[in-house]
C-alpha cells in the first residue's frame, strides 16, 4: 500500500490532506448502490451485475479508504514486492490512486472521460486500466 500512496503522491503532484495518509479498511461492506456513484455503470451496479471495488467519500476527514475483501486481500497487497501477479497489483494501484483523488477534490461525478483515472470504474481493459505511469513503474 506503501507504493500506491506513493504512486498518487506523484501522479496527483500534491501531497495528500490526510493525517499520516489514508489507509484502508478491511474488511468493508459493500455499499449500497445510493451510497456510491458508479458513473455511467450505476445501472449496472443496481442491477447486481456490477461491484464497487473501493470507494472513498469526498471530504471524509479521515481520508479513509473502503475495501472489501472479496476484491482485495490485504496479505497479498502487502506482500506484492515478493511476487504478486503484477496486474493485480497495478489494478489496486489505479483503484488506491483514484480513491485518493477524491481526498483531493476529484469527483466521479460528472467524469465523461472512460480513459481518466477518476472515471467511475477501473477495471482490467477499461481505458483507465494501466492508465497510472507512477503504477507501472512499481514491478511486483
Given at each position: 500500500?506503501e507504493s500506491?500512496?506513493a504512486?498518487?503522491?506523484a501522479y496527483?503532484?500534491?501531497t495528500?490532506?490526510c493525517p499520516?495518509g489514508a489507509?484502508?479498511?478491511y474488511?468493508?461492506t459493500l455499499?449500497?448502490?445510493?451510497e456510491?456513484?458508479a458513473?455511467?455503470d ?13 470507494w472513498a ?17 490485504q496479505q ?13 497489483y ?8 483514484h480513491?485518493l ?18 472515471y ?18 512499481i514491478?511486483?
Amino acid at each position: 500500500m506503501e507504493s500506491a500512496e506513493a504512486a498518487a503522491r506523484a501522479y496527483w503532484h500534491t501531497t495528500l490532506p490526510c493525517p499520516t495518509g489514508a489507509h484502508a479498511v478491511y474488511p468493508a461492506t459493500l455499499p449500497t448502490p445510493n451510497e456510491v456513484n458508479a458513473g455511467p455503470d450505476q445501472a449496472a451496479l443496481r442491477a447486481g451485475t456490477m461491484e464497487v471495488q473501493a470507494w472513498a467519500a469526498y471530504g471524509d476527514p479521515t481520508c479513509t479508504v473502503h475495501l472489501p475483501t472479496v476484491d482485495w486481500d490485504q496479505q497479498v497487497l502487502e506482500e506484492h514486492e515478493s511476487g504478486i501477479d503484477a496486474n493485480y497489483y497495478h489494478l489496486f494501484c489505479d483503484v488506491w490512486v483514484h480513491e485518493l483523488g477524491h481526498f483531493l477534490g476529484h469527483l466521479d461525478e460528472g467524469q465523461t472521460n472512460p480513459a481518466s483515472i477518476e472515471y467511475p470504474t477501473i477495471e482490467e481493459g477499461s481505458p483507465n486500466y494501466n492508465s497510472v505511469p507512477e503504477c507501472l513503474q512499481i514491478v511486483a
